[in-house]
């Protein structure tokens, strides 16, 4: 942030939040406590559509001239195009065209896109892929290209985006060239998860949920869904073991399976070049 300004400006962060996971905040969490930390905002909040402090209060204790809200989401959907910003007061009744920079009083709101859609996400996914084979090297940390990267998503018929912003990665980070073989992998929509063993046509396979948080899904339906017994998935998820073993050996293949994305600490400067990019359709719009 060395040529940025924006000690007259909040950064908001808005999680999804759960009733029913403790862990699902503690990404936006983490991003803020780093952004905090390095002080280039006046003030960094965060909150949340499921849990406190929630979304249609956070900007009665916004004071700074500008703000910038930063949806912590994959994609760009019902709750980033409608929910989110319907609460913050940017539309009504959930319509999703809408002015992203408005003016109320003496503040000026920057609504950002989605950090998923960011096109420095590839980073991100390939610093997870990176950092789960370095601390599991067992036998020997394979190379690349002799190596399958998986990006899981979730996948489902009401949201096309979701698939969309996967598969926009697999496309990116194909184009490096940094993999032997790089595919998208669903759990409700083909190709799905449990058929990498199939797609690959190497033998080292790594798997990165592109999910902010983990959650029941990363830790028990996908290492099911990767042939692990139910059982033995739910007793190590039970005594807070990891339920997939770095790396496991199936079908003469060996899989390394991420955390999902939403810790990585590059994302940081996702969120950053969302404030960024907002700050120049600003000057933009302005002159």
Known sequence: MANDSYQDAALVLVGHGSTLNAESAAPTHQHADELR????????????????????????GVFA??????????????????V???????????????????????????YCGPVGTHPSMPNVLLARAR????RHPFPAAPRPADT????????????????????????????????AEVHPAFMEEEPRIGGCWNIAAVRNLIMVPFFISDGLHSYEDIPMMLGEPADVVQARFRSGQPTWRNPTEKQGKRLWYAASIGTEPLLA???LERVR???RRRAVFTK
């Open 37 to 60: 930390r390095r002080g280039g905002f006046a003030q960094v909040v965060e909150c949340f559509w499921k849990e406190e402090p929630g979304v249609s209060g956070v900007l009665r």
């Open 65 to 82: 001239p500008r703000v910038f809200i930063v949806p912590l989401f994959i994609s760009e959907g019902y709750f980033t195009e409608q």
């Open 84 to 110: 989110i910003p319907r609460e913050l007061g940017f539309c009504q009744n959930g319509q999703a065209d809408f002015p992203r920079i408005q003016q109320r009083g003496g503040q000026t709101l920057h």
């Open 131 to 134: 950092e789960v084979v370095e």
């Open 148 to 179: 399958a990267l998986f990006i899981a998503g979730h996948g489902t018929g009401n949201n096309e985006n979701s698939r969309k912003a996967i598969e926009r990665q697999v496309e990116l980070i194909r184009a490096q060239g940094v993999y």
């Open 269 to 271: 400067e996702v969120i």
């Open 277 to 279: 990019e907002a700050a």
